[in-house]
């Protein structure tokens, strides 16, 4: 089989377009061919390591997306710290302030408690004042458990509504004229020396 090439079915680039079957088909030198396919070569070293190269790229930005995302975990983390911080931060000032106030109270009332257990044992068990001033309330609350283990018990006040009391003999006052009285204070006066 021959093919006859007229002058127009040359191509200025040196191929050959012959129609057969109806269809344009073109025809190319060998040499041509050649340089093509080494052209081509190159292009698929140069394909390959774009496609490495695009590997790369794609595992590194895989590998910071899942920093970011890690990150962005983490700060969400740390504001959610934050806040339950704050949260807390606020109550622990409530419970301070309210322990301020308990603690005035606790010492007000611990002091009220101190000068009433002092007066009792300096105006019921006749102890000298300044002996204890300085006491604690747990030593004065000592000092009163130990007098009342020893027996001894607080002085009742005087009662001067004639019906007895106090430190006197005992004896019933009622109906007694006041001569009768002075006479029986007399009496009790030197019983008592």
Do not use: C, W
Not at 15 to 42: H, P, Q
Not at 67 to 89: G, I, V
Not at 163 to 187: F, I, R
């Amino acid at each position: 089989m021959s093919i006859e090439v007229q002058a127009e079915n040359l191509n200025q680039d040196g191929s050959v377009t012959i129609k057969i079957d109806g269809k344009d088909v073109k025809f190319v030198k060998e040499s041509d061919l050649g340089a093509v396919k080494s052209a081509l070569d190159g292009k698929e070293k140069e394909i390959s390591k774009l496609q490495a190269d695009l590997a790369t790229a794609n595992t590194k930005h895989d590998e910071s997306h899942q920093s970011l995302l890690q990150e962005r975990a983490a700060k969400e983390q740390f504001e959610k710290d934050a806040r339950e911080s704050a949260t807390h931060k606020t109550r622990v000032g409530e419970l301070e302030t309210e322990l301020a106030g308990l603690k005035t109270s606790s010492g007000e009332t611990v002091t009220k408690l101190t000068d009433r257990v002092r007066k009792v044992l300096v105006d019921g068990y006749k102890i000298d004042a300044d002996k204890i001033k300085d006491m604690a309330l747990e030593d004065l609350e000592r000092t009163e458990q130990t007098l009342q283990l020893t027996g001894a018990t607080p002085f009742a006040p005087a009662n001067y509504d004639g019906k007895g009391g106090g430190g006197g003999s005992g004896g019933s006052l009622d109906g007694l004229s006041p001569m009768q009285l002075a006479v029986k204070g007399y009496e009790e006066k030197g019983k008592s020396k």
